[in-house]
């Protein structure tokens, strides 16, 4: 698991009473969210308990009907998704999201323009784009693809599209990472593998993950929120909610083994 910084309760996104309403149905019920700079905070719940629409509104792909988010301190209730990404905070998602028919360098190297605020100029002299190439190579690296540098993102394993598409995030310099699902479809080799480059990225930086391994849950996790119906049904350690009567009903004894 991930070290927590200086082992305090510093919190760097939060949510308070944070609520969903679509027609006649609430997806989010006054949820109260705390994850600690430096952890590694999964979000579990059975299909239905209402992660999904949790982590868009966290991330501002949706707006809440009520409640208030906060990033360092600052109120980002009313943000944009771009806004937040500026901040610091970077999301994934379940599909893996690259160019397939560019290569794991152009890949990377596009996000680094994206953070730089520089226009996709794919049209300028490479010269001009291989400017970005050392950054790009490091960012690489550090999710093993250093090998498939020049291969074409569309024709790796999906494992290493997962990998490619957390090379691209970081690339952006986020403080925080959200994950969605990153083990969804994969091949148990894959799900290894990703967790070992989960683990290692999250050295110096804040993982909130949404996550139905449960295995990869207590491998990683060194905290977890439990939903249920849209609303927090228990927290604490892998160990503590695992043991928890509501979760193994609700969750657990669903089938979720």
């Not at 927090?232 to 193994?248: H, N, T």
């Amino acid at each position: 698991m991930s070290s927590l910084a200086n082992g305090t309760d510093d919190i760097i996104l939060s949510a308070k009473a944070l609520t969903k309403r679509f027609a006649g149905f609430i997806a989010v019920n006054g949820v109260d969210l705390n994850v600690r700079r430096g952890s590694i905070h999964a979000l579990i719940g059975p299909n239905g308990a209402g992660k999904t629409t949790c982590f868009n509104l966290l991330t501002k792909f949706l707006q809440p009907t009520s409640g208030a988010i906060r990033f360092n301190g600052r109120d980002i209730t009313a943000l944009a998704p771009a806004a937040i990404t500026r901040l610091g905070i970077v999301r994934s998602f379940q599909i893996s999201a690259v160019f397939p028919r560019l290569t794991v360098l152009e890949n990377v190297r596009i996000a680094l323009q994206r953070r730089r605020g520089d226009s996709f100029d794919f049209w300028r002299p490479q010269r001009v784009l291989s400017a970005y190439d050392e950054e790009a190579l490091s960012r690489i690296e550090e999710v093993g693809l250093t090998p498939f540098a020049n291969a074409a993102a569309g024709e790796l394993p999906y494992g290493r599209k997962r990998a490619l598409e957390i090379a691209t995030t970081l690339a952006l310099e986020p403080e925080m990472l959200l994950l969605d699902e990153p083990m969804a479809g994969m091949a148990q080799e894959d799900v290894a593998r990703v967790s070992a480059l989960i683990r290692r990225i999250s050295a110096n930086r804040t993982i909130l993950m949404v996550e139905h391994n449960l295995s990869v849950v207590a491998d990683l996790s060194d905290r977890i929120t439990v939903l249920a119906r849209g609303e927090v049904l228990a927290e604490g350690s892998y160990g503590e909610v695992s043991k928890d009567q509501r979760v193994v009903e609700a969750y657990i004894g669903a089938g979720h083994e």
